[in-house]
């Protein structure tokens, strides 16, 4: 069965540290790979895709994702973090069937 | 730029009611998508239309439905509400989603929906 899982429910970062936030996924085929965040009482906004190519890929306000085919990983970094980066972020997976999938979220809270 | 627009904005029913809810994609996007965002359950993928037919459905009982008419709107109908349903609905759009999901999608706000 097809999967995207965030193992973190909940990641503290302190402003200016680097941060990650984890998933991994069991698709299909070749994966889509996807990272979105949500701010409160907003709609989700896309940050980055993975669909092939280069395994660093580079996404709206500084973010970056790592592709890790054999550890079948995709996560998402950023070098120094700021305290409004603090919002939940879905990380999402499509395969050749036709499904989307989203990961249950993970709440980054950064503080200053 | 228009972005994706839903409405309304929130909705109050009674168990067994019947509700709709509407989507207008980005101008130029034919590919519309529906999601359920209930508390401790993260996203779950509703529905997807493009061009005008239903391409693939979730793990949801036909009570929930939808169409997508000419100019790329969409409508989901969720009848004999229950208490479960309950949530945030999301509709997002894409570009042509021909290669299964390969292009991001554009969220709109979403309609909260409550049911009592």
């Known amino acids: 069965a097809q999967s995207v899982a965030q193992p973190e429910d909940q990641v503290n970062v302190a402003e200016g540290n680097p941060l990650t936030v984890k998933c991994t996924y069991s698709?299909?085929?070749?994966?889509?790979l996807f990272w979105y965040v949500q701010y409160p009482n907003r709609g989700l906004q896309f940050l980055l895709k993975y669909i092939t190519g280069d395994n660093l890929v580079k996404g709206s306000y500084g973010f970056e994702a790592e592709f890790n085919k054999s550890q079948t990983s995709f996560h998402l970094k950023k070098p120094s973090a700021l305290v409004s980066d603090s919002a939940l972020y879905f990380c999402?997976?499509?395969?050749?069937?036709?499904?989307?999938?989203f990961g249950k979220g993970t709440k980054l809270s950064v503080k200053p | 730029e228009a972005g994706v627009t839903q409405s309304p904005t929130h909705l109050i029913k009674t168990r067994g009611q019947q509700v709709t809810l509407r989507c207008s994609p980005i101008?130029?996007?034919?590919?519309v998508y529906w999601y359920q965002q209930a508390l401790g359950l993260g996203l779950q993928f509703l529905l997807w239309y493009d061009e005008g037919e239903e391409r693939n459905r979730g793990n949801f009982p036909p009570r929930f439905s939808g169409r997508q008419f000419p100019n790329y709107s969409s409508e989901l109908n969720v009848n004999a509400l229950e208490l479960e349903d309950s949530a945030l609905y999301l509709c997002a759009s894409s570009f042509e989603s021909g290669q299964a999901f390969s292009y991001e999608q554009y969220f709109g706000p979403g309609t909260r929906l409550t049911v009592t």
């Open positions: 101008s130029g996007h034919t590919s």
């Open positions: 698709v299909s085929g070749n994966p889509y």
């Open positions: 999402s997976g499509g395969g050749s069937q036709g499904n989307l999938i």
